[in-house]
């Protein structure tokens, strides 16, 4: 109690050494502990992007030669840069000549999409952890994989008219990206529960 007459707040004494412990730490602690679970989603997203993306490249040599044109991360680029370009105004776009422009696409194009592609990665990964509440495995991981194929090929790409739309790919292609997402989602989980059981 201060000279005014208040009362601080209570604290516990452990042991000799002394430490005190007060409920108003309790706050500072979740939010440490939410911070460690954000980073540690997005490593895992980060690391599980690349067996998936071993995946894609693999399977796309097995498609029909019809079915082996660019993976959605660089088709959705592609398609990015161009509605950026688009929506230029006329004469921003006669200054530069066309071919120019091309060139400058398809030089951005592909460390785009894989910046992209692993950023997308690394967001869903914080997402998924923080959805099973710090506590992945192999089996949430391949369900929240699933449910990505599902939100983006099914959902915002064909919203948004992108061509890698389920409904704009043939079997063979939907198949190649459900299995790379099984794949992340199955590298996630497992990675997830492999570093929990270290802490």
């Known amino acids: 109690m201060f ?21 108003y730490r309790g706050a500072v602690g979740r939010r440490g502990v939410t911070l460690q679970r954000l980073l540690m989603g997005c490593l895992l997203g ?27 991360p660089q088709q959705i680029t592609h398609e990015v840069l161009e509605r950026v370009r688009a929506g230029d105004p006329p004469e921003h776009r006669s200054m530069v000549p066309v071919a120019a422009v091309l060139l400058a696409e398809s030089a951005l194009t592909r460390p785009l999409s894989r910046l992209l592609h692993f950023g997308y990665g690394a967001a869903m990964g914080a997402t ?5 509440h710090g506590l992945p495995n192999t089996r949430s991981g391949i369900a929240f994989g699933l449910g990505v194929w599902t939100a983006s090929y099914c959902g915002w790409l064909p919203a948004l008219r992108f061509s890698s739309a389920a409904k704009a790919q043939s079997a ?28």
């Open 46 to 72: 980060l690391i599980a992007t690349v067996p998936m993306s071993a995946v894609m490249l693999g399977g796309k040599r097995l498609l029909r030669p019809g079915d082996r044109g660019p993976l959605p």
């Open 3 to 23: 000279a005014d007459g208040t009362r601080c707040a209570p604290t516990r004494s452990y042991g000799k050494i002394g430490i005190t412990h007060s409920p």
């Open 172 to 199: 063979a292609r939907n198949t190649l990206m459900i299995a790379a997402h099984v794949t992340w989602g199955a590298a996630a989980g497992a990675l997830g529960r492999a570093w929990r059981r270290t802490l």
């Open 128 to 132: 998924y952890v923080e959805l099973c």
